[in-house]
């Protein structure tokens, strides 16, 4: 499986933006999907994974929301902040995990897209 993310630019405090995620050649069938981010001189972060149910890092609760739909998944951000600036990156597995913990790991993965800009500004 090949991903590719995109829908990342540069907006304001206060935008909203929704990233895409595209998987070549297949479905994403029942394994979970998920997003991180990382922004620069920081490790890579769990945003949100959508699987058994949807997971949420306590940032961005209740201000993101991930979905799914066969072969894109999709990360609509509202209420954006400039401490959510990073590059984003959506990731896949085709294997059930059972734990909270597990999603929100990156090793946990083994598909990830390239990677999308997102840049708010104050």
């Known amino acids: 499986v090949q991903l590719q993310a995109s829908g990342g630019g540069s907006v304001q405090t206060g935008d909203s933006l929704r990233l895409s995620c595209a998987a070549s050649?297949?479905?994403?069938?029942?394994?979970?999907v998920a997003w991180f981010r990382q922004a620069p001189g920081k490790e890579r972060e769990f945003v949100a994974a959508d699987g058994r149910g949807t997971y949420y890092a306590a940032s961005v609760k209740n201000r993101f929301t991930i979905s799914r739909d066969k072969n894109l998944a999709y990360l609509q951000m509202s209420s954006l902040r400039p401490e959510d600036t990073a590059v984003y990156y959506c990731a896949a597995d085709d294997r059930t995990f059972n734990t909270y913990y597990r999603y929100t790991q990156a090793n946990s993965y083994y598909y990830w897209g390239q990677g999308t800009q997102v840049t708010v500004s104050s």
């Open positions: 050649g297949r479905t994403f069938n029942s394994g979970p």
